[in-house]
């Protein structure tokens, strides 16, 4: 939200969205972190964790790789203008669960730690008894106005069964009646330049048989290079399989729970149950075997991805914009290149499909969750700074990010319209695209702060390219496509802790890749249902599919 380079994009945009998209089985899980702890020491002393009002520095650890610099600009207006508090930072190196598990089991760490909202992260923390319980703190609008202002439905979710709440909730909508709609990258994209050498319109593939047309005639055309065209790419490295899915009314999003499910009814069904799951791979194996889709999608790695939309090796692709590295068409100015032709389509009408499945849920609760340590001498300034981070203001992730408007941003017109960068030393460096250029100015610390629905700055920032524009459009392009929705309570069912998902989620996720690539290549439709049977059977034996179901089921009815 606060970076507008487009280096800052490519590394952090995935995470910045108030979407929460493509989790378990057929999706990514971003949720495989550290389990935690079970015996991370005792009770500690928590006398010695509250410090005095004159307490103005602390340390956060962040749960995530970045380029550090902790003499940066905004830091240093951070400490001698607002909230006048000296922060310092740590990164994560390396693997996240060793990080945290390593940092649980050697006393844990000295101030506070965010990380994103994790069920496996947060049980951990809890099991470790090196955090203190923090729900007082929300209560208090004379010293923390902005900590009381948190909508309650968010600390209500998070209360334990003996109320307290542990951790400092960010990254939220301020307003979850009217949430922001968020980043929506979800869809099948089109290469306009070969349609038209097809002879086909976009409108000839508003159904599945019109696109299949269109793989077919683009199979016969070449490349620049004199190459045959691939007909489609789908990056199954990263799950966008799932848009496939989804165009044949399986969901494969969430909004952090466990699994995507659709409500049917007083009923749900889970994906692997639901008739388009199986549908859509038999329609994808058909696809394989008549050369149709890239032969190399099931083994393909982002760079080699890549290079192939760079060098516009194929005629269409499915699966998330930012997987094609979107600098392909923000970095130019007209079309020059084979990244300025690419646009989204709306999915394809599937016979038998009445709906689409969700690919985006757009959740207006909490992303992020900081923890404090019940051994810290500063527990106000952190109380302090997040108070200023959660202001409720449509801009706040913006200040946080940048400083206040007028220093080195401000509108461009008016207030919550355009805005650019004022300063040209802090633009330059800002739209290096370099993490050290762009470490010296700010931590890009919008994971601290809020958004709104009012105004969002990365749909409103300065463009120096024509291209940059496009990213904006494509994201609210697609999320009139059908396919995202406002999140309900079972999009959030958790893991129940120590149970049947904690302990064969793993396993579940391992059963699926293992089968999608047997699914989609296999050699005839007798393989490919042999296949479907050993997939089917391999849930339950070693995935314990049905046990997952029951648990998920009960879990959402503790929840209602």
Excluded at 251 to 261: E, M, S
Excluded at 476 to 494: C, H, P, W
């Amino acid at each position: 939200m606060n970076s507008k380079s487009k280096g800052v994009k490519s590394t952090i945009a995935l995470a910045l969205v108030a979407t929460i998209s493509l989790t378990a089985g057929c999706s990514g899980n971003n949720n495989t972190v550290a389990t935690g702890n079970n015996n991370a020491g005792t009770e500690k002393d928590t006398s010695n964790s509250t410090s005095t009002p004159s307490s103005n520095h602390f340390k956060m650890w962040l749960g995530w790789s970045q380029t550090i610099n902790n003499n940066s600009l905004i830091q240093k207006y951070w400490k001698t203008e607002e909230p006048k508090l000296d922060v310092q930072f740590e990164a994560t190196q390396g693997d996240v669960t060793t990080a945290l598990n390593l940092k649980l089991n050697t006393g844990g760490f000295d101030d506070a730690a965010i990380f994103s909202r994790n069920q496996v992260i947060d049980n951990a923390m809890k099991r470790s008894k090196l955090i203190q319980p923090l729900e007082q703190y929300f209560d208090m609008p004379d010293k923390y106005p902005n900590l009381a202002a948190i909508p309650k439905q968010y600390l209500e979710q998070m209360k334990d069964s003996e109320g307290h709440i542990w951790s400092i909730p960010s990254w939220f909508d301020t307003n979850p009646s009217d949430p922001f709609p968020g980043w929506s990258s979800n869809a099948w994209f089109i290469r306009t330049d070969i349609l038209e050498k097809t002879g086909m319109k976009e409108d000839d593939l508003k159904t599945l048989n019109g696109v299949e047309t269109y793989l077919e005639k683009a199979s016969a055309l070449k490349d620049d290079s004199g190459k045959p065209l691939l007909p489609l790419g789908v990056f199954m490295d990263s799950n966008d399989e799932n848009m496939i899915l989804s165009a044949f009314g399986v969901p494969v999003a969430t909004a952090g729970g466990v699994t995507p499910v659709k409500k049917d009814g007083d009923n749900f069904i889970f994906e692997y149950d639901n008739p388009g799951f199986k549908a859509a791979y038999q329609w994808m194996n058909r696809l394989y075997n008549k050369g149709l889709i890239d032969p190399e999608a099931v083994t393909d790695k982002a760079e080699r991805y890549r290079e192939k939309i760079k060098s516009g090796r194929y005629a269409m692709n499915i699966g998330s914009f930012w997987n094609f590295n979107q600098s392909l068409w923000e970095q130019l100015d007209g079309p020059t290149s084979p990244g300025w032709f690419y646009k989204p389509i709306p999915f394809p009408k599937v016979d038998g499909v009445t709906q689409v499945g969700e690919t985006n849920i757009i959740n207006p609760y909490p992303g992020f969750d900081t923890y404090i340590s019940n051994k810290t001498k500063n527990l106000d300034a952190i109380l302090k700074f997040y108070d200023y981070a959660l202001t409720p203001v449509p801009e706040q992730s913006q200040i946080v990010g940048d400083g206040p408007e007028g220093k080195y941003w401000g509108w461009d017109d008016q207030p919550y319209g355009a805005w650019k960068f004022i300063d040209p030393e802090y633009k330059e460096l800002r739209s290096s695209g370099d993490p050290v250029k762009i470490a010296q100015l700010s931590p890009s610390f919008w994971q601290s702060s809020n958004y709104s629905n009012k105004w969002y700055a990365w749909f409103t920032n300065e463009n120096t390219h024509a291209g940059q524009a496009k990213t904006a459009e494509f994201s609210q392009t697609i999320s009139k496509f059908g396919a995202t929705r406002v999140a309900e309570n079972y999009d959030m069912v958790l893991a129940k802790a120590g149970g049947a998902w904690e302990k064969y989620k793993p396993e579940l996720e391992t059963v699926y890749k293992e089968y999608r690539a047997k699914l989609m290549m296999a050699e005839n439709d007798a393989k490919f249902e042999k296949t479907w049977n050993e997939f089917t059977s391999a849930l339950e034996t070693r995935a314990h599919w049905s046990e997952l179901k029951t648990e998920w089921t009960d879990q959402a009815m503790n929840r209602s």
